[in-house]
């Protein structure tokens, strides 16, 4: 039989085969042809259906529609040629896959946040290039944006991925800022941002204070991050783990709480002991902020964040496995 040769199931204009008197059979591949040819989406849809059964001719019809102004239209025959393991339809579908991340980068051009939100989710299903664009997205200056992006990327297990992810914790904190200034030097910009996160991460605003009770609570990762970007800009100088260290130093060698937190804030210049002004703990402004301060002086905890937070913080780091 004829691929043109109406089939039992061809739609027919005035009803089904046997067609009545004044019905027009639509049948076979010119009958599909006419079809995906119609303005109503719904017939063309109907028509991509029909095509594969028609063989190579058939699927010939459904690659040309992967070029269908109609996104529902290319979007079926795309789905219906992914069954086929075929040089030509492999060929046809990469070129429909670069129209579909076309769509969805035009989507995130756009200043609707919900919009490209969408698009995020959709870039997912289309491998590492759909991937290359939610990296992409993470740089959105919209915060929804680029904390669904940070979310949607977590769900890969690619290492390159988590690489691209260093400066991103799960609880939605970006460190990008905080990596900027520390690799500038800009130590007091650095601190205030360290607080910042902090802040962030707890609901706090500045003027509310720093609870020890808080720092059970500190995400290990946001925590390994902070230290990390402290300990590589200051080669090693300055950061919470730098800070227990010379804690868990002060701390074996008095019996008194007291005395060895005397002996911590003398050992990281938070302390003064001039002669006209003996056992005097620092403010903020008297922090020294460059590389010239002594090991453990930064990042500066005190102030509404309370001095006495280190010794919390180092149980942490410990509870966390950051060393």
């Known amino acids: ?105 035009r989507r995130l051009a756009n200043p609707n946040e919900d919009l490209r939100i969408s698009a995020l989710s959709e870039a997912m299903k289309h491998g590492p290039e759909g991937i290359g664009v939610v990296i992409a997205a993470l740089r959105d200056p919209s915060e929804r944006v680029w904390k669904t992006a940070n979310a949607l990327l977590r769900t890969v297990p690619d290492p390159r991925v988590k690489q691209v992810l260093a400066l991103f914790s799960a609880v939605g904190i970006k460190y990008t800022g905080l990596s900027e200034l ?31 009770a808080l720092v059970d609570r500190l995400p290990c990762e946001d925590l390994q991050i902070i230290d990390r970007l402290w300990m590589k800009h200051s080669h090693g100088r300055f950061g919470f783990s730098v800070q227990k260290a010379i804690w868990s130093q002060c701390a074996a060698s ?16 938070w302390r003064s002991n001039l002669p006209w002004n003996q056992n005097h703990w620092k403010q903020q402004d008297e922090i020294t902020f460059n590389l010239h301060a002594p090991a453990g002086h930064l990042p500066y905890l005190g102030d509404t964040f309370g001095i006495f937070t280190i010794e919390a913080l180092s149980a942490r780091l410990t509870a966390c496995g950051i060393h």
């Open 254 to 269: 008095r019996w008194e709480k007291a005395e060895a937190w005397i002996l911590f804030g003398d050992r990281v210049g």
């Open 182 to 212: 520390l690799a500038a030097g800009c130590w007091l910009e650095a601190d205030f941002q360290t607080k910042e996160a902090l802040y962030q991460i707890f609901g706090l605003n500045p003027l509310q204070q720093f609870r020890e």
């Open 1 to 105: 039989m004829s691929h043109d040769s109406p089939q039992p199931d061809d739609v027919v204009l005035g009803g089904r085969a046997p067609a009545p008197v004044d019905g027009v059979i639509l049948g076979g591949l010119a009958g599909v042809k006419r079809r995906l040819a119609s303005v109503d989406e719904s017939i063309q849809l109907a028509a991509l259906a029909d095509a594969m059964k028609y063989g190579d001719a058939g699927i010939d019809l459904v690659i040309d529609a992967l070029t269908d102004p109609s996104e529902r239209v290319w979007k079926k025959a795309d789905n219906l040629l992914r069954s086929i393991d075929t040089p030509e339809v492999k060929e046809a579908l990469s070129l429909s896959e670069m129209r579909a991340l076309a769509g969805v980068k």
